[in-house]
């Protein structure tokens, strides 16, 4: 007879705990989404027969390895590398790689469950993975950076593959960092192939690939507003970070007619009351992805703003907020300030920066408030368009791509809507963390219910 496992929601996360000990950010993961899955299966026996979300929580495999290198001092450095395949049902596994001294084997395994949903909401067929090393970029050369890049790419190459794994860029890994390893992979392996995503546009790139995450996050915040009703325009805007996301992030509201004042990197962040424009972020994007600056030098540059050292934004009063640094960057009383001072909408760019805190305290003010894994997924889903048109040896125009972007974004808002509340169609509550849990889980687990036990 079957043995049926038919344990609580405590008793499931004490085993992830327990199986998972020291790894703080990947339970936290799994207990998000476990909240809202439990709920869903209960009287679906077939998941728990088949055991699937105890399965989805086991990454398929982690890969782990040694990155050495030689420093322009001639200093031989070791680092760790790691490539997370957490689950394939859907496609090939796709995700980032991050370069940070705070990776470790955590934050891998819950950007690569976190993935696994996210790319499952795009509609594209895409598995969750992730990567990255404990290498820090701050303060390397480009050519220690460069040989950094092939030392890891000589180890991960025998890993990935175009429909094995398609490894893209995250926090510290740009388009410079890509055509490093990039061309390492082509040398070692004699393939020119869609094996990564983020490239430059003249070897295989895709148009509006660098735009598409903050892009995105803002076109699935004017969704959840369009939905009550309300637009962007005229709405102030608090974000957090300064890199890829963030910039991305504040031209859109931009553009869409709201007032960004703020920005933030690892050092603070700077309020600019008279609002952060398109010529400001023009200049934070050089200063900081070309001149490796820090954002507090805005204030010499736009005396309007003022740099408050070793703070977050979540203090400023604003309408919307969209927190595009890091993971854990807003905690619970950070989300009471928010609430408080009057801010309506909260638009993850990042992946998991609100804590279990954060996100109890948003949902228990019916806030609208976007988990990452639907607000951020328009950077993996144009990167599922760069691997079509990779296979398919074409390109598609901006406008082609701009389009198809928006079109996937309102998409996995209208997937979040299906599962997010009794009445979230009819313009009532939506919780959009139930929604995206669910209709992430639904897609991979029934993929997997196909497959039979493996
Ligand atoms: P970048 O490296 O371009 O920028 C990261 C930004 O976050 C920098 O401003 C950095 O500041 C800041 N930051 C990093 N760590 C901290 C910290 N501990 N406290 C405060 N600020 C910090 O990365 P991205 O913009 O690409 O990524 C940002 C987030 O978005 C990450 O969570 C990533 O996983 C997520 N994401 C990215 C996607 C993409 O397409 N790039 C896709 C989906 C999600 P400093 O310069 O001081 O380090």
């Given at each position: 007879m079957a043995v049926t496992d038919h344990v609580d929601l405590n008793g499931f996360m004490e085993g992830v705990k327990k199986r998972n000990p020291h790894q703080p950010e990947f339970v936290q993961a799994v207990q998000e989404v476990a909240e809202d899955i439990f709920d869903f299966i209960e009287d679906k026996e077939q998941y728990h027969e088949q055991q699937i979300l105890r399965r989805m929580a086991e990454p398929d495999r982690v890969v782990s390895f040694r990155v050495c290198w030689e420093d322009d001092n001639g200093n031989i450095r070791v680092q760790r590398g790691w490539r997370v395949q957490n689950n394939n049902a859907i496609g090939p596994y796709k995700g980032g790689i991050r370069f940070h001294p705070s990776v470790n084997e955590s934050v891998l395994k819950f950007l690569a469950f976190e993935q696994t949903f996210k790319n499952a909401l795009t509609g594209l067929p895409m598995g969750g993975g992730k990567g990255g090393s404990n290498?820090?970029?701050?303060?390397?050369?480009v050519r220690e950076i460069m040989r950094f890049c092939q030392s890891f790419m000589t180890e991960l190459y025998r890993h990935i593959?175009?429909?094995v794994d398609v490894p893209a860029g995250d926090i510290g890994v740009g388009g410079r960092e890509i055509g490093f390893m990039f061309g390492q992979y082509k040398r070692i392996t004699n393939n020119f192939t869609g094996?990564?995503?983020?490239?430059g546009l003249e070897w295989g790139g895709s148009l509006i690939r660098t735009e598409a995450t903050g892009y995105g996050a803002v076109y699935f915040l004017e969704n959840m507003m369009k939905h009550q009703?309300?637009?962007?325009?005229g709405l102030r805007a608090v974000i957090s970070g300064s890199g890829n996301v963030a910039t991305h992030a504040a031209e859109k509201i931009v553009q869409l007619g709201g007032t960004v004042l703020t920005l933030s990197d690892s050092g603070g962040f700077i309020h600019d009351p008279d609002g952060i424009d398109q010529e400001k972020i023009d200049w934070v994007k050089t200063h900081k992805t070309h001149r490796r600056g820090r954002i507090e030098d805005y204030v010499a540059e736009f005396p309007s703003a003022t740099f408050h050292a070793d703070k977050t934004p979540w203090g400023v009063a604003c309408d919307v907020a969209l927190p595009c640094a890091t993971q854990n960057e807003l905690l619970g009383e950070d989300a009471k300030k928010l609430i408080a001072n009057g801010c309506i909408a909260v638009s993850e760019?990042?992946?998991?920066?609100?804590d279990l805190d954060a996100v109890h305290t948003f949902k228990d003010a019916r806030l609208l408030y976007a988990p990452g894994k639907a607000s951020n997924a328009g950077g993996v889903a144009v990167s599922g368009l760069e691997m079509s048109q990779n296979s398919l040896r074409k390109s598609w125009s901006e406008e082609e791509l701009q389009q198809m972007l928006k079109d996937i974004m309102s998409g996995i808002h209208d997937r979040c809507l299906t599962y997010g509340d009794k009445g979230a169609k009819k313009?009532?509550?939506?919780d959009y963390v139930k929604g995206a849990n669910i209709a992430g889980f639904k897609k991979v687990a029934d993929a997997m219910l196909a497959f039979g036990v493996v």
């Open positions: 290498f820090n970029p701050k303060g390397k050369s593959g175009a429909d094996v990564l995503t983020g490239k009703g309300r637009s962007l325009d760019g990042a992946n998991m920066p609100c313009g009532g509550y939506v």
